[in-house]
């Protein structure tokens, strides 16, 4: 079975600011990883993915993630935040064979002040 | 191009009811999946259908039943409802034939349940 971490549970931060959001993952097979934000009342829109190749993956508005299979991490990272990036951010896992069941971590709240 | 679509929005019922909520796919996605995402919590595996047939299913009571139709738009039903199914029901949708594809989120339907 899979699992996700996501250690903190909100991230304060300045505009202009750099953030890292934290994802661990444990899992006995090869994964894909993924992270979705959630703006309030709204559904999950991808924000970047980790299927294979480059560990180093990159999202049209900034943001970079950064596979690390050795401590199993996912980590995401922008560095100058804007006000419009006030949102939940979840970092998912799927096994890369198979159902597409995705395990979700419990979310990563990032607030963004002026 | 549409993305997945969900209906209702918002929906009160009462303890002991009946549900029902209706999702359409992306367009030229054939697999669905439903979430249920509590407050505060990441969004939970309940089953995903394929071929109007269920083909995985999460950690749900029975009380939690869904169906596919021909056109690969999906129904989530939840029998006796308990003030703890209170939530936000999300839709996603993938192609079957693609390991690696991403599944894709509609917007949600809240349920809450007095």
């Known amino acids: 079975a899979q699992s996700v971490t996501q250690l903190d549970s909100q991230v304060p931060v300045f505009e202009e600011a750099p953030v890292e959001l934290r994802c661990n993952y444990s899992s006995s097979v090869s994964v894909y990883l993924f992270w979705y934000v959630q703006y309030p009342n709204q559904g999950l829109q991808l924000l970047l993915k980790?299927?294979?190749?480059?560990?180093l993956v990159e999202s049209i508005n900034g943001f970079e993630a950064e596979f690390n299979k050795s401590q199993t991490s996912f980590h995401l990272r922008k560095p100058s935040v804007h006000i419009s990036d006030t949102a939940e951010y979840f970092c998912?896992?799927?096994?890369?064979?198979?159902?597409?069941?995705?395990?979700f971590g419990t979310g990563t709240r990032l607030l963004v002040s002026p | 191009d549409a993305g997945v679509t969900q209906s209702p929005t918002h929906l009160i019922k009462t303890r002991g009811q009946q549900v029902t909520l209706r999702c359409s796919p992306k367009s030229g996605h054939d697999t669905v999946s439903w979430y249920q995402q509590a407050l505060g919590q990441g969004p939970q595996f309940i089953f995903q259908y394929y071929e109007e047939e269920e083909r995985q299913r999460g950690n749900f009571p029975d009380r939690f039943s869904g169906h596919q139709f021909p056109n690969y738009s999906s129904e989530l039903n939840v029998n006796a409802l308990l003030l703890g199914d209170s939530a936000l029901y999300l839709c996603?949708?993938?192609?079957?034939?693609?390991?690696?594809?991403?599944?894709?989120f509609g917007p949600g339907t809240r349920l809450t349940v007095l």
């Open positions: 998912a896992v799927r096994t890369n064979t198979g159902f597409q069941k995705l395990v």
């Open positions: 980790y299927l294979s190749g480059s560990t």
């Open positions: 996603a949708s993938s192609p079957l034939d693609g390991s690696t594809d991403t599944q894709y």
